[in-house]
């Protein structure tokens, strides 16, 4: 029987407030890479691409001028994102689980349901965790793989269960040799953290589903 299963583990975006985007310019050891994670680039275009997407979408919301006001990192925080991504992809790897598109799909039927309905699902991921519409699927992905991770290993709601799932994502991180444009700052593979910026992107471990909670205020 299928066994209902949380489709996002409290993912949260906590934007840093009232700091300019970084326009990357690339370094010396990787030009145009905004990273460079398991040796494979993560390109300051892609990047750009995924801010121009989020703006965008927040230009139209009649909280604009709130959302882009408190997203002023909003560079550092997309390539947060997509380093974590490939951080949770190999440790689902690792774990040897995997989520297929129906998998999404379904997790994203629930969660449209949970909040009311599609605009209101991409409303709330654009204002909670700063995702645009067309990056909402990517976003339920990630927390597909958290999930089903955290059931593989054993992980439960508790201290030791978080800590259980943190240690398999430090291990993945290390293990991809995360390398950053020093525009961006460092990563920091113990503190899953890029320089001062960091979000309390899980805290919490269930297998029951629930609506992405809102994002704590300033990081």
């Known amino acids: 029987m299928h066994r209902r299963r949380r489709t996002a583990l409290s993912v949260s975006a906590a934007l840093l407030v009232a700091a300019p985007f970084l326009a990357a310019c690339g370094n010396e050891a990787h030009p145009g890479a905004a990273a460079v994670v398991g040796g494979g680039r993560i390109e300051v275009s892609a990047l750009q691409a995924q801010v121009k997407d989020v703006r965008q979408a927040q230009q139209t919301s009649p909280q604009a001028a709130q959302m882009i006001s408190s997203t002023g990192q909003l560079g550092r925080a997309k390539l947060y994102d997509l380093i974590v991504n490939r951080i949770v992809q190999r440790a689902a790897e690792d774990a040897g689980v995997s989520a297929s598109r129906k998998e999404i799909q379904r997790a994203r039927a629930e969660a449209a349901g949970q909040a009311g309905g599609e605009e209101q699902l991409a409303a709330m991921y654009l204002q ?17 793989l958290v999930g089903k991770l955290a059931e593989k290993i054993g992980a439960t709601n508790t201290p030791e269960g978080q800590q259980k799932v943190n240690e398999a994502f430090i291990a993945a991180s290390k293990a991809l040799h995360i390398d ?29 589903e629930a609506a992405p909670q809102a994002p704590e205020a300033g990081a």
Not at 130 to 137: A, K, T, Y
């Open 128 to 144: 909670q965790r700063g995702v645009s519409p067309d990056q909402i699927d990517e976003a339920l992905r990630r927390d597909v």
């Open 180 to 208: 950053v444009n020093p525009r961006y700052g460092t990563w920091d593979d113990q503190k899953m953290q890029l320089g001062d910026y960091k979000t309390p992107w899980i805290t919490q471990v269930t297998k029951e």
